[in-house]
């Protein structure tokens, strides 16, 4: 071991310093973020592998993850479907089948009659006995008794070149560096977290967290660990939480420092557009309303989430707050996740701001030629005072002569770094733009506090008055008949139908196809019904062609993809076919369903399911048949799958937890809000290493 120099600490201790790291595996741990020892100390296991004990065979169970050992009874070569070495082995309790699909001859040739081999692997059902497939294995002598490991066997996240093996080498080193004699200050690492703000917590020091995670004793609580609800685990995740969500509000007290754009004195101009809409602001829009125009009221740049089920009316909240900026002579952006929804925004923004003399403009990646020039050009001189679309509004070449707000609809499908990166998009000197978020998809407080805390929120928590709750029904696919039927009795009675085809596959192509099939297939059947078809793959003016055709009632039955997921709305729709609803997840499906039930009149959803379902999927679609409260059925889906699935991998991607669990760790977050308050106010320089220690430079949310 290089003794590290006088003014090091593990902080900045390079990595190299570690016996068998050169340049080359420098540079493969940096794929891993690991630059320094303390990064090699935080880089903590993923899971634990029991090896502490041989496991009798009689007493395993599929789904194990165990060590066995036995004798071999029989090797042989099978010549199935796919050819296959099978080695029985017993030990006296019960028997067990090693299953190998590559082998060479000299490993066959290892597999005597009689003789020991001790493996590790899951046990799986096979067909006469138990299986393992593809275990690690090694032949022993049966009648010596080898040791097995002392200590559960940690799991690195690791990666190509960078093995187990290494990895278990490292974190050795770097486990001595935090030492077990007199510390010097040159190998210190630092509690960031004084010891009396986590007393109440009754926790452990942080470097023997640290030691027990990595190298758990052998007497160590099996199952609390594997969970990771051991204490030691649970200190590490409440100081995992607490660096995000200190980076979050960090970027919140920066935003009441910065400066935006006064938005005041455009009232009368919102007064004129509400008394256009043929109906009444509910009382949560108004009060929201009210929210939003008295943040754009202030110096400072507002960020705030509005939170509202599917169907509330986020779009008339949004349409106030852009006319309030575009009233106080500044430019609005409104950014939505598709294509087919920015487009359907454009419509509604147009139809209603063009007769108040607003000029709307719409621009998407696929904006090409002259009416592309046209629309940057006018959002570069300022005479598009509102402009829609997608992600594309922010790249390079989009200026705006005067940006006052952003607003983002759906904000679930975008990450936490795309958000923050948009707050600088649109600066104008040292002035930044507001910044209104929506989301139909609730966040459980959890989430809220580690990916959200940035931002102020506010919910709209009622739906428009004479709504019905949507009726749905489970279906088998069995019954499609029956289910054809009642779309053509829908239709012809003059009201319209969505029938939604899902795939699993992300392919456009995929899905696209099936919902052509499907589409050819039902106007096969169902002569008298008008359909029209809606997937990824058409232009978007085929795609806006379509839309508008339905809206207008000039198509009864839209066949789709799952594009139509967010924010399509067609009021007198009434009826909904989801096909395969098992293959997505709740929030998607509610999204989906949220299509229908949008006039005064009542609709129902069919989820028309393959059988046979799985109990999973029994219980989820249950949960969606009963509940048709977005919070509710968000939290449900949230148990079933975790907030990753939820969320989708854009948003939970930017957070790669080491430890810390969202959902298992809910109970840590109230603690570490009132840390972070309390080191905030008393050790504010403490923040900013405690963040780069758990989130690293590059991910370090103040600094986008
Ligand atoms: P979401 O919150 O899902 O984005 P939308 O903004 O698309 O909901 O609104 C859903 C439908 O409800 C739209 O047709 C919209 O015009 C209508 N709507 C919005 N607010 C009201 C209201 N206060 N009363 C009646 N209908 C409303
Ligand atoms: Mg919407």
Redesign the pocket.
């Given at each position: 071991m290089v003794s590290p120099g006088p003014s090091d600490n593990l902080e900045t201790l390079p990595v190299t310093v570690l016996k068998g790291v050169g340049p080359r595996m420098a540079g493969r741990l940096e794929r891993l973020q690991i630059r320094t020892v303390q990064d090699v100390l935080f880089h903590l296991p993923a899971r634990y592998e029991d090896r502490t004990r041989v496991m009798p065979l009689g007493s395993v169970r599929t789904g194990d993850h165990v060590v066995v050992q036995g004798e071999v009874d029989l090797a042989e070569v099978r010549f199935g479907r796919r050819r296959s070495l099978l080695v029985r082995i017993s030990d006296g309790t019960g028997a067990l089948t090693l299953r190998f699909f590559h082998f060479n001859a000299k490993q066959q040739a290892g597999f005597i009659r009689g003789a020991g081999i001790r493996c590790y692997g899951e046990v799986r059902s096979g067909t006469a006995t138990a299986e393992m497939i593809h275990p690690e294995y090694r032949i022993v002598d049966p009648e010596e008794t080898m040791p097995v490991e002392e200590h559960l066997t940690p799991v690195y996240p690791a990666t190509e070149g960078v093995h187990q093996l290494t990895l278990r080498a490292l974190t050795e080193q770097a486990l001595q560096y935090l030492g077990t004699g007199p510390q010097t200050a040159s190998t210190q690492l630092t509690d960031w977290l004084p010891a009396r703000l986590l007393t109440p917590f009754r926790m452990t020091s942080l470097s023997a967290a640290l030691r027990y995670v990595h190298r758990p004793p052998a007497n160590a609580p099996v199952d609390l660990l594997m969970e990771g609800r051991h204490p030691a685990q649970q200190r590490l995740a409440f100081e995992e939480l607490l660096a995000h969500h200190l980076s979050l509000r960090r970027v919140r007290l920066r935003a009441q420092h910065a400066r935006a754009p006064v938005l005041s004195g455009s009232q009368a101009l919102v007064d004129r557009f509400v008394a256009t809409l043929p109906?009444?602001?509910?009382a949560a829009?108004q009060r929201v309303n009210a929210e939003v125009s008295k943040d754009l009221e202030q110096p400072h740049p507002m960020a705030r989430l509005v939170q509202?089920?599917?169907?509330?009316?986020?779009?008339?909240v949004a349409a106030c707050a852009a006319l309030t900026c575009v009233g106080a002579g500044y430019q609005v952006a409104l950014m939505a996740p598709t294509e087919l929804l920015a487009e359907q925004h454009f419509r509604s923004f147009s139809d209603w701001l063009a007769p108040l003399g607003i000029n709307v403009v719409w621009h998407t990646g696929k904006s090409r030629g002259k009416v592309r020039g046209q629309v940057l050009e006018a959002i570069r001189d300022g005479s598009a005072e509102v402009a829609v679309g997608t992600h594309a509004l922010f790249q390079e070449e989009v200026e705006f002569a005067r940006a006052g707000l952003v607003i983002i609809?759906e904000q679930h499908r975008f990450g936490v770094h795309q958000r923050l990166a948009l707050r600088d998009k649109g600066r104008d000197g040292d002035l930044r733009p507001h910044q209104l978020v929506?989301t139909?998809t609730p966040i459980p407080r959890t989430l809220a506090m580690t990916i959200y805390a940035d931002l102020d929120t506010s919910l709209?928590d009622e739906l428009?008055?004479g709504r019905l709750p949507v009726k749905t029904v489970v279906i088998s696919q069995e019954r499609r008949e029956e289910v054809m039927q009642r779309v053509r009795n829908a239709c012809t009675a003059g009201q319209q139908a969505y029938w939604v085809c899902t795939l699993i596959e992300e392919s456009d192509v995929l899905q696209s196809q099936a919902a052509e099939k499907t589409a050819a297939f039902l106007a096969g059947t169902l002569p008298d019904v008008r359909i029209g078809l809606v997937h990824g793959r058409l232009k978007p003016a085929v795609k806006e062609t379509i839309m508008a055709a339905f809206k207008a009632g000039n198509i009864d039955l839209l066949v789709s993809t799952t594009v139509i997921e967010v924010?399509v709305?067609v009021?007198n729709a009434t009826l909904m076919i989801i096909e395969n609803p098992e293959r997505l997840g709740l929030a998607q499906l509610h999204q989906l369903r949220?299509r229908v039930g949008?006039g005064p009149r009542q609709s129902s959803c069919v989820l028309l399911y393959q059988p046979p379902l799985s109990d999973n999927a029994r219980d989820r679609l249950a949960a969606l048949r009963d509940n048709n409260d977005g919070f509710e059925i968000a939290r449900r889906d949230m148990e079933l799958r975790g907030p990753g699935e939820v969320l989708g991998t854009r948003q939970t991607g930017a957070i790669n937890f080491h430890i810390a669990d969202l959902l298992r760790d809910e109970s840590l977050l109230a603690g570490v809000e009132k840390v972070a308050v309390q080191l905030l106010a008393s050790n504010p320089e403490n923040v900013t290493p405690l963040i780069r220690r758990w989130l690293g430079v590059s991910a370090d949310y103040g600094e986008v």
């Open positions: 109906f009444e602001l509910t829009q509202g089920d599917v169907g509330s009316g986020k779009t008339v609809d929506m139909a709209i428009p008055p924010g709305d009021p949220g949008r």
